[in-house]
T-cell receptor, first 112, second 109 residues
Framework: EPEVTQTPSHQVTQMGQEVILRCVPI?????FYWYRQILGQKVEFLVS????????KSEIFDDQFSVERPDGSNFTLKIRSTKLEDSAMYFC??????????FGDGTRLSIL | KNEVEQSPQNLTAQEGEFITINCSYS?????LHWLQQHPGGGIVSLFM???GKKKHGRLIATINIQEKHSSLHITASHPRDSAVYIC???????????FGPGTSLSVIP
């Protein structure tokens, strides 16, 4: 069965550094999402992406965040200057028709 | 106020017990999702509902749109069912999913 794959599984970065989290959604899917989960808290929406542009973003998704789908397969989340509070598990998800969601296994981001 | 609430927050059951996890929401929705989060963190979709009832193996999900309430039932629970079960809603198709806080289930042999 096709899967959403995320790399790396764990990323450790110094505060202030840029980080790029990578996702390969299922190949024929059209809608892409990033969510995050701070340890012990519920999963929160960051951004949705459709037709090569952001369709919605949350208050969390400020100017330090950006998303790209540069080559039709990868879907990346960039954090320009990381803060301690960016430490979280980041999940990529994709869906074909806006319904059933397929999640990646997540990237655990640790900011030191 | 949270748009999605779940109860109980934590649940411990003996193997073989029938388990019910409840979800209530306060917004109009096009769909409700039940998801399972494994101890390692990965999230798996279990059900997507817009009305009625769905069954998959030992899992049953129901939704009452008028009462804005859904339940997830696990029959003949097993230790491998131990996980966090999350209710999440979509206001419209293609919209973001709004997650509930999750219910942590532990099934003891």
């Amino acid at each position: 069965e096709p899967e959403v794959t995320q790399t790396p599984s764990h990323q450790v970065t110094q505060m202030g550094q840029e980080v790029i989290l990578r996702c390969v959604p299922i190949s024929n899917h059209l809608y892409f999402y990033w969510y995050r989960q701070i340890l012990g808290q519920k999963v929160e929406f960051l951004v949705s992406f459709y037709n090569n542009e952001i369709s919605e973003k949350s208050e969390i998704f400020d100017d330090q965040f950006s998303v790209e789908r540069p080559d039709g397969s990868n879907f990346t989340l960039k954090i320009r200057s990381t803060k301690l509070e960016d430490s979280a598990m980041y999940f990529c998800a994709s869906t074909l028709t806006g319904g059933w969601l397929h999640f990646g296994d997540g990237t655990r981001l640790s900011i030191l | 106020k949270n748009e999605v609430e779940q109860s109980p927050q934590n649940l411990t059951a003996q193997e073989g017990e029938f388990i019910t996890i409840n979800c209530s929401y306060s917004v109009g929705i096009s769909a409700l999702h039940w998801l399972q989060q494994h101890p390692g963190g990965g999230i798996v979709s279990l059900f997507m509902l817009s009305s009625g009832k769905k069954k998959h193996g030992r899992l049953i999900a129901t939704i009452n749109i008028q009462e804005k309430h859904s339940s997830l039932h696990i029959t003949a629970s097993h230790p491998r069912d131990s996980a966090v079960y999350i209710c999440a809603v979509q206001k419209t198709s293609y919209d973001k999913v709004i997650f509930g806080p999750g219910t942590s289930l532990s099934v003891i042999p």
